[in-house]
């Protein structure tokens, strides 16, 4: 139930000051240049997210926040996507498909790609690793560089569709009971509209697919899984659950789903052991604004990497023994990726904060916040080395872990609260 009640209008202070900050990024031009202020005003933003969001009463969700909700994600549909430059790969990659080659074959800096160079390849990072990513983001490459080759077109696609995360959250706390901060919390924070209408990464479109299967009923929401699955492949963590739940409808929408990522991925199956080799390099060599990599590398050298995919992977499989609620896992399985991989960009941290919001676990939000002072990074950059400041990491996970175990007292605390004392 949406509510407009002039009684809201004091509430809105904290929400005009994050439309401020958004319009004072828009103000600074290219991210980069001016990082270090960027980051400020991001961080005042997600406070005053926060405060807005866990300041909310009753179960109404105020017209209000819908209305900020698409006004700060056309603000930063405005700015440059220069906090990122994968949009960049995005339209190349498509450019390449649109020629009729493969860009599992072709890395942006092969000969044979020498013809198709123009300003998106300039813009283009890592130009000598070949594509990574799942047959129905190549898809997606493809149209909308047909559609226009230019950044705008997938800031549109991304904001858009996490604007529709907004509406399924929303839809959530209907449904299951989400409290409705959660829905607000994720409407207002910077990193989401950053992430989606700012850099117009594939997260947007892929965690929409997944609070969309969420909500949905078994045999379609492993469709709807698998669909973004075929954008980013985390979603398909989601079959676990839903399989266990409902075994035949949800092994007959994962398989239509596995039908399409299978005709969406005969363009590119002539590249045969070349498919891996883009994986291969991210994998074995990039590391950024990890916590415990860095640590166990330390100590045990070269097989760090491996040995916290097995953590990783047993981790999972714990969970998926543990908790029957698709949220729930899925959060347990983004918590492994976020603590063991090399590699966790700001947008990495969206696929804890979402099934977090659909939980009702406020704890998250820190992790959203914090994980925005990583870009101090770019400041600077490139006339000074890429350096990470090592202590952003120590505000960012301990931070988390100490929410995390507060909220977990707190929550059986209530728990035995409820039981009543034991006779």
Not at 169 to 184: E, F, K, N, Q, Y
Not at 287 to 300: G, Q, T
Request: proline share 7%.
């Amino acid at each position: 139930m949406l509510s407009w009640h002039v009684k809201a209008l004091p509430g809105l202070a904290p929400m005009l000051g994050a439309l401020l900050c958004a319009g004072g990024l828009l103000c600074l031009g290219p991210l980069r240049s001016s990082a270090t202020l960027a980051v400020v005003l991001l961080i005042l933003w997600a406070a005053l997210a926060c405060w807005t969001a866990f300041r909310q009463r009753g179960h109404a969700l105020s017209g209000w926040v819908l209305v900020l909700a698409l006004v700060l994600r056309l603000l930063l549909l405005a700015s440059q996507a220069s906090f990122s430059d994968d949009v960049w790969r995005y339209l190349w990659e498509g450019r390449v498909q649109l020629a009729g080659l493969d860009p599992f074959m072709f890395a942006p800096d092969a000969r044979e790609l020498i013809p198709l160079q123009n300003e998106t390849w300039d813009q283009v990072n890592h130009k000598s690793v070949s594509t990574i990513y799942p047959p129905g983001a190549l898809f997606l490459f493809r149209v909308l560089a047909a559609i226009s080759e230019h950044p705008i077109s997938w800031k549109l696609l991304s904001g858009g569709a996490d604007l529709g995360t907004v509406l399924m959250l929303w839809r959530c706390s209907r449904t299951r009971g989400t409290p409705v901060w959660a829905v607000v919390l994720y409407a207002l924070h910077p990193l989401p509209i950053l992430e989606s209408a700012g850099s117009g990464h594939l997260e947007g479109l892929a965690l929409f697919f997944c609070v969309w299967a969420l909500g949905a009923k078994p045999g379609f929401g492993s469709l709807t899984a698998g669909l973004g699955a075929s954008i980013k492949l985390l979603p398909a963590a989601l079959w676990i659950p839903q399989l266990r739940a409902a075994p035949a409808r949800s092994a007959l929408g994962a398989g239509l789903a596995l039908l399409i990522g299978l005709a969406l991925s005969t363009p590119f199956l002539s590249a045969g052991s070349m498919l891996t080799r883009g994986f291969g390099t991210y994998y074995e060599a990039w590391a950024f604004n990890a916590w415990l990599f860095p640590m166990v590398e330390a100590i045990i050298g070269e097989p760090t990497r491996l040995v916290l995919t097995c953590v990783g992977a047993a981790w999972c499989a714990i969970a998926a023994w543990r908790f029957r609620d698709p949220a729930a896992f899925l959060l347990a399985v983004s918590v492994a990726l976020l603590f063991l991989s090399p590699v966790v960009h700001p947008w990495y941290v969206l696929w804890a904060f979402v099934p977090a919001m659909v939980l009702g676990r406020w704890e998250w939000a820190l992790l959203a916040s914090t994980s925005l002072l990583s870009y101090l990074v770019l400041a600077g950059y490139p006339e000074t080395p890429w350096s990470e400041p090592k202590w952003v990491v120590w505000i960012e996970y301990p931070t988390v872990i100490l929410a995390c175990v507060w909220a977990w007292t707190l929550r059986r605390s209530a728990r035995r609260s409820e039981v009543g004392p034991t006779p």
